[in-house]
Every structure is written in structure tokens, then in C-alpha cells.
């Protein structure tokens, strides 16, 4: 059955060997796992902030998104790192890998500053929210926190574009493993305090964020630089500046971080629309992008796998196994989603009092709060279901547009498609006064048109062209 949707979409060429759900398993089931348990992190942050009350979790939320929305510029133009280092791969140019992997090393550490410069945006949106006088505290605090890690940060999404596009995707699945469980750890005690250890609450989870963010880098870069990478790739002697090589980062890797910034952008003007109309809107579209973050988030292991093989097989020019490959990604991402969905349509409230303020912890005024807003997330949650199963067609084909180098074009499509969607929100809430959980109808239903472009675009063969330029990455 899922082949014959898939087939409306796409009909791939007789499989062979490259690019089958195999080929695209091996370097994307590590990648979701890892963005899975990055997921996790994020989660957990909430989770044990919701037990404080709904403003510590609301907050976390709110300053989360823009704190993403101002780093995705950066972070999104050093990602094309994958797609790069993947091309030289597949043109059996091993050496020119690491080479690339530090030129991104140094342009993240070149837009820290400029990353510190934009904090002071975070507040002025944060002032555009009319927020209760605790929920703009907390929130302030988690940002103000998250920002200035921002080195951490930026560099460590480097790590894990050299070693996807490389296929090695099990490192960054171990590093975040274990980044994971520090946060957790670090999370419980300082957010709620044990023995000599004060409790932080919200500036406790950021903190932990931190923390944990820093443990996985260091495992990535020991990695990078161990013995195994140096006899392949030479990384011990990779530190020589390239001006060509920056170059076709900026070029190519800018529209994927303007990208990502307006996307980002929109997706945080969704969240100021919906934390606008009230503590018991922001409460219950909270709990569901909460859980749409843990439905979302691990596909985008499956994005990363489809820059990388696609990328790769360009840079062989094998045009018919990165079709291969793009196929069997959405194959992969829409079981994983008819999982997800189940969870969405059958148990909608159990997920929703998960995230129940403590008895002991909250207030009361907190608590009814929460109870005012759960029928509404409920609701939400069900019409999430085919949300998240639109998700896989964007990030698949995204991917592997992104991996043929069809950057700039991806870049006007997905900003065009996430803003008309905030369009869509404001329009249904603010125009005609529509509640949140019916207003969140019309932003699915306009979410839902925007595959069709992505598959036409990849349908239309433009992006194949690089697969036999002579100026392309592997000549």
C-alpha cells in the first residue's frame, strides 16, 4: 500500500543496489536516533519545567523558538557541510573532507559575535508577546542563558555534517547518547536542586542544555581528530585555511541558513500568535508542538541521510541511485510517522497530562490553567496526525534538493510555504476570531499544499544537471 502512494509522488527506476531502503538506513537510522535523543533533551527541558506550572513551560517553548529562530541563520549555512563533504566523497577526493569540515569550523567560530549581536532581537520579540510578568522573566532568563552558549552551540553542528556526509553516522548517535543523559542529569539537579546544589528552575534546564551540548562536542571532535579519521581522511593536517573551499560554503550554505532563519521565523510567529490569545491557548498549542517536536525532530535524521546519499551520488554521477535513495527515505519516514500517528489519534490525552503541573509545585491558578487548556490540546494533537505525515514529504525532498545543490531554490519555496502558513494562522485566529484549537485547522490545511511543489520541483529533473556539469564537485 505504501508503495503504490509512493508511486503518485515519484517512479523510481529499477532498484539495484544504491540508494534502496538499505543504503538509506544504515546512515539514517543513527541520525534519527541522534536527533531523537537531541529531542529528548529539549523535551525533558519542558517536561520537568511543566511540574513548576505552565509559565516555566510555556517560557521554555517561547524563548526556545527564537533562541533557534536567531542561531538557524548560522547553523543552517554550516549544514551544507553535509552535502559538500559528501560529493568529495562520492568523487573519491577524501582529502579535501576534512578540509571542508574546518572551513565550517571556522566560520562558525567567526559568527559567534555576530550571534551576540542579535540578543537583543529575542527581547523585542519577546516584548511584541504581551506575556504575564513571570512568563517574560522565565523566559528572558532561558534565553539570555542559551545565547551566550552560543559557541557551543555553532560548533557543535559541525561536527555531525562531516561525519553524516562521511555515512560514519554512528558517532554522532553515540555523542548524543551521551550529551543526552548529562542533560538529563544535569536538568534534575539543577532545576529542582539537591543537597548543596541550588534549585535554578529555568536557568537550571538552560544550563543543562549546555552542558550536555558541550560533553557530545567533545566526543565528535575527539573522533574527528583520533587515529581511525586521520589515516582516511588526513584531519590532523586540514587546518589551512581554503579560500575556495569557504567559498562554496557561503555560496551554496546562505540560502540553506536564510532558509532555516525565515522558517524558524514564521514557526515563532506561530507560537507569538497562539501564546497571544491567552494563558490557555499558549498552554495547549504548547503541549502540542512539545510532542510535535518529538514526532518531527527524528525525520530530520531522515533529511540528513537525503543530502548525504543524494549528495554522494552526485558527486558519482549516479543521477538513478539518488533518485533511489530519495524514494526509499519517504518510505522509511512515513512508517515512522503512521507510529507517531497512532499515538496522536488514540491517546491524545494521555499526552496531554504529561505535561500536568505538580500538585505540590504548582499553584492552583496554574493548575486550572492546565485544565481549562487540555480538551484543546487534545484536539490539537488529533489534527497533528496528518501534519506530521506532510512533514515527511518536505523534509525528504528538502533533503535531497539540498544534497543535489538546489539550495536556492529550496530556500524561496520552504520560506514562502512557512510564512503563508503563519498567514493562515493569523488570518483564522485574529480576522475571524476563530479558537485556537479551530484556527489550528487552517494551518495544517495550508501546510498540507506545499509537498506538491517540493515533489514537482524534484519530478522536473532540474536538480540532475549537477550530476553531469563539469563544474560540479567531483570534476
Not at 35 to 44: H, N, V
Not at 146 to 168: K, Q, W
Not at 208 to 226: E, Q, R
Not at 377 to 389: G, P, Q
Request: hydrophobic share 55%; with cysteine; charged share 15%.
Amino acid at each position: 500500500m505504501v508503495d503504490a502512494i509512493l508511486n503518485k509522488f515519484y517512479r523510481p527506476p529499477k532498484f539495484k543496489k544504491n540508494g534502496d531502503v538499505k543504503d538509506v538506513l544504515v546512515v539514517a537510522l543513527p541520525m534519527l536516533l541522534s536527533m531523537s535523543f537531541d529531542t529528548f533533551m529539549t523535551f525533558i527541558d519542558r517536561l520537568f519545567l511543566s511540574k513548576l506550572g505552565p509559565a516555566e513551560m510555556n517560557a521554555a517553548l517561547g524563548a526556545g523558538a527564537v533562541q533557534l529562530a536567531l542561531t538557524t541563520f548560522f547553523t543552517g549555512a554550516i549544514s551544507y557541510t553535509t552535502a559538500m563533504v559528501a560529493q568529495r566523497l562520492g568523487a573519491k577526493r577524501q582529502g579535501d573532507c576534512a578540509k571542508v569540515f574546518m572551513q565550517a569550523l571556522y566560520v562558525s567560530i567567526v559568527a559567534v559575535p555576530l550571534l551576540y549581536l542579535t540578543i537583543p532581537i529575542g527581547h523585542w520579540v519577546f516584548g511584541l508577546e504581551h506575556l504575564s510578568a513571570d512568563q517574560l522573566e522565565y523566559q528572558k532568563t532561558y534565553f539570555n542563558i542559551l545565547m551566550f552558549g552560543g559557541a557551543i552551540t555553532l560548533v557543535r553542528n559541525v561536527a555531525p555534517c562531516f561525519f553524516s556526509g562521511i555515512g560514519e553516522t554512528k558517532i554522532v548517535m553515540q555523542a548524543a547518547f551521551v550529551g543526552m543523559i548529562v542533560n538529563v542529569a544535569c536538568n534534575f539537579l539543577l532545576i529542582f536542586g539537591c543537597g548543596p546544589i541550588p534549585a535554578l528552575g529555568v536557568a537550571g534546564a538552560a544550563y543543562g542544555t549546555l552542558i550536555g551540548n558541550l560533553v557530545s562536542t567533545v566526543i565528535l571532535f575527539a573522533k574527528f581528530w583520533g587515529r581511525s579519521c586521520n589515516a582516511r581522511f588526513s584531519t590532523r593536517r586540514s587546518f589551512a585555511f581554503s579560500g575556495a573551499l569557504t567559498r562554496e560554503l557561503l555560496q551554496k550554505g546562505i540560502p540553506s541558513g536564510v532558509e532555516m532563519f525565515l522558517n524558524m521565523s514564521a514557526f515563532q510567529m506561530l507560537i507569538l500568535m497562539f501564546h497571544a490569545l491567552g494563558s490557555e491557548s499558549a498552554t495547549a498549542s504548547s503541549v502540542m508542538f512539545n510532542w510535535d517536536m518529538v514526532a518531527y525532530v527524528p525525520l530530520m535524521g531522515l533529511e540528513v541521510a537525503s543530502t548525504s546519499l543524494v549528495g554522494r551520488y552526485v558527486g558519482a554521477r549516479d543521477g538513478a541511485a539518488a533518485s533511489r535513495s530519495t524514494y526509499s527515505g519517504l518510505k522509511l519516514g512515513w512508517g515512522y510517522s503512521l507510529v507517531m500517528g497512532i499515538f496522536f489519534v488514540f491517546l491524545p490525552g494521555v499526552l496531554t497530562d504529561i505535561f500536568r503541573p505538580d500538585m505540590a509545585e504548582a499553584s492552583s491558578g496554574a493548575i486550572a490553567i492546565f485544565d481549562a487548556a487540555r480538551p484543546m490540546s487534545i484536539f490539537m494533537l488529533r489534527i497533528a496526525t496528518f501534519y506530521i505525515f506532510v512533514e515527511v514529504l518536505l523534509v525528504i525532498y528538502a533533503g535531497a534538493l539540498r544534497g543535489a545543490g538546489d539550495t536556492l531554490w529550496v530556500m524561496f519555496a520552504s520560506a514562502i510555504m512557512n510564512w503563508c502558513v503563519a498567514g493562515a494562522l493569523y488570518v483564522a485566529a485574529y480576522v475571524y476570531h476563530l479558537p485556537a484549537h479551530y484556527a489550528w485547522i487552517a494551518v495544517v490545511a495550508v501546510y498540507s499544499t506545499a509537498p506538491i511543489i517540493f515533489w514537482r520541483r524534484w519530478k522536473s529533473g532540474k536538480w540532475r544537471k549537477c550530476v553531469m556539469e563539469k563544474d560540479c564537485p567531483a570534476s
